[in-house]
């Protein structure tokens, strides 16, 4: 299984960025693939999930109205369409892949596998 995350970069507050994940290397039907993002001397924390049985989405109270999530199953990619981009989203965003389940979750340990991440910084 590989997840590959890119589109990170710099911006300025206010701005808007979008990251994909492409995902391959597994047939499972049932999935649920999730963004994290991981801040300098912070935790990591849950940002948003897809599940691809029914595309439902999740997301952190603090993303809610200004990050949206979607796949495009043909191209086995998921996005992150992030905007109001504030300086604390600056972080590692990493994707990440749940096999064989229904639902997702915003939970990191629920999570199979992992990209390597794509760095977000928001200057003031």
């Known amino acids: 299984v590989q997840l590959e995350a890119s589109g990170g970069g710099l911006v300025q507050a206010g701005g808007s960025l979008r990251l994909s994940c492409a995902a391959s290397?597994?047939?499972?039907?049932?999935?649920?693939i999730g963004w994290f993002r991981q801040a300098p001397g912070k935790e990591r924390e849950g940002v948003s999930c897809i599940s691809s049985s029914d595309g439902s989405t999740y997301y952190t109270d603090s993303m809610k109205g200004r990050f949206t999530i979607s796949s495009d199953n043909a191209k086995n990619t998921v996005y992150l369409q992030m905007n109001s981009l504030k300086p604390e989203d600056t972080a590692i965003y990493y994707c990440?892949?749940?096999?064989?389940?229904?639902?997702?979750?915003?939970?990191?340990?629920?999570?199979?596998?992992w990209g390597q991440g794509t760095q977000v910084t928001v200057s003031s």
């Open positions: 290397g597994f047939t499972f039907d049932d999935y649920a």
């Open positions: 990440a892949a749940e096999l064989g389940t229904y639902f997702c979750s915003g939970y990191g340990w629920k999570y199979d596998y």
